[in-house]
């Protein structure tokens, strides 16, 4: 611990830490001067008591102490004079006096006037702050001057001094020596402390506000990729018009990993709910490299054969992430489904995502492939597909696998397939637009308070 205090107090200035101890001191050594300034004269009181005969001069003495000690205590803001200096004037002047004062008296008083120099030592020592060596300087000079003094006083010898209270008054000047330097250090290694922490915080504040303003900027960025990424998907009114469908899509982030596709090609109509690796920005790239290789393949090159669709879908993906040997695993599981309005028929191919259809109330999960598209070592993976007659109100349901995984509940599980498949049960008779509803609160109740766990995308059908 006071390895990490003296590393956080290296960085403090000397001139930091004695501003900051001159602010915390201030306020005790001015009011220690003015009550030396107001009280030292109307101590006169006591000399007129013990020592009438000299009371009228030591009152002098008091006065010009007093006045002493003012002038540099009213100077002190124009000349910025420390106020450890400022005390030490009423000190040094009234520990003076105070010896002045021993060769005045007898033996009867001497106890009283040592009570009162015991009680300078023991108030400097409670209200001073500074260093030793002023401290000892003025016990040096105080002893000093009651030596000198002391040999004025012939009424009194040296074992009546010791005696009545001498050798007491040099233990507590000692003491307060020490006393002095050690709140000295504690208030000066407080200070540095907080000066250190107070530095500390308003580093860990400016690197907050930087963190701050970089993850707007970073925000502000997805958030415009945002608009990309909306701007690739197709519209839903322009998927509607050509199929009565619903679309639930609820990106984990800004940006999503999940993306649908759509496409019309004469009679045909090709849909299609993408999961690419990841979820927020990396599935953003998988996403928009999924969806312009699909345009290629169906739009530009006229492929229409569901399987073909994905063969093609996993040679492309693996080519432009540079997967001939297999190291890296990202890439996409996809349920596609070509529809021919014309003849009601749908071909079916999958990569690890079921169709699910529901016929006369029973739903039926519907599997092709269990390989990915992308993020294998085979180099010519089959991918097959099935052709499905449809019937009148047929439905049909294309989902990542977002909504199954989904963590909530009471017991903070997933929501899981067969729950799923149930729960589609329950609504397939709605309208699709209130299933997409039904489908969206089911799921925000589950979720409750857990944060969503991955990108959702389902897509409901009705023949």
């Not at 008591?49 to 010009?64: D, E, F, K």
């Not at 105070?98 to 209200?127: Q, R």
């Amino acid at each position: 611990m006071d390895k990490i205090v003296k590393q956080w107090t290296s960085g403090i200035t000397e001139l930091q830490w004695k501003d900051e101890l001159e602010k915390s001191s201030e306020r005790y050594h001015v009011l220690v001067c003015w009550l030396a300034i107001i009280f030292d004269p109307i101590f006169g009181i006591t000399d007129y008591l013990n020592i009438p005969n000299h009371w009228q001069h030591i009152l002098m003495i008091r006065c010009t102490v007093s006045l002493l000690s003012l002038i540099p205590l009213l100077l002190r803001k124009k000349y910025r004079i420390p106020t450890y200096i400022i005390v030490f004037v009423p000190f040094l002047l009234i520990s003076l006096q105070n010896a002045y004062t021993y060769s005045l008296i007898g033996l009867k008083d001497f106890t009283g006037h040592t009570l009162n120099y015991l009680a300078l030592f023991i108030g400097a020592g409670m209200f001073i702050l500074w260093k030793w060596q002023y401290s000892a300087t003025v016990v040096l000079i105080s002893a000093i001057a009651c030596i000198f003094f002391f040999e004025q006083n012939h009424a009194i010898g040296l074992q009546e001094i010791l005696i009545n209270g001498g050798f007491l008054l040099i233990v507590v000047a000692f003491f307060m020596i020490l006393l002095i330097q050690t709140r000295y250090s504690l208030t000066v290694k407080e200070i540095k402390s907080r000066l250190a922490l107070a530095a500390a915080n308003q580093e860990l504040l400016e690197q907050k506000q930087i963190i701050e303003w970089k993850n707007k900027d970073i925000t502000d960025s997805i958030r415009y990729a945002r608009r990309i990424q909306e701007s690739i998907l197709p519209a839903q009114i322009i998927i509607k018009k050509e199929l009565n469908c619903f679309i639930l899509y609820k990106p984990k982030d800004i940006v999503s990993g999940d993306f649908y596709w759509f496409s019309v090609k004469e009679d045909l109509v090709i849909i299609a709910a993408v999961d690419c690796t990841g979820h927020g920005v990396p599935g953003a790239f998988m996403s928009v490299l999924g969806n312009s290789i699909l345009n290629q393949i169906v739009n530009e090159n006229d492929v229409v054969n569901p399987s073909e669709i994905l063969s093609q879908l996993d040679r492309k993906v693996r080519s432009a992430l540079d997967q001939g040997d297999g190291s890296s695993q990202d890439g996409m599981d996809i349920a596609l489904c070509v529809i021919d309005k014309v003849n009601q028929k749908m071909g079916y191919a999958g990569a690890k995502r079921p169709l699910y259809m529901i016929r006369n109330k029973e739903i039926n999960e519907i599997k092709v492939n269990k390989i990915a598209i992308g993020g294998h070592g085979d180099e010519h993976p089959r991918f097959e597909s099935v052709v499905l007659q449809m019937q009148p109100n047929d439905l049909i349901y294309l989902t990542s696998d977002g909504y199954a995984d989904q963590f909530g509940g009471k017991d903070k599980t997933k929501y899981m397939t067969k729950n799923f498949k149930k729960f589609l049960l329950t609504i397939h008779h709605l309208d699709l637009s209130e299933q997409a509803k039904s489908l969206d609160t089911e799921i925000e109740f589950w979720k409750g308070e857990e944060k969503q766990t991955d990108d959702i995308l389902v897509i409901g059908a009705k023949f």
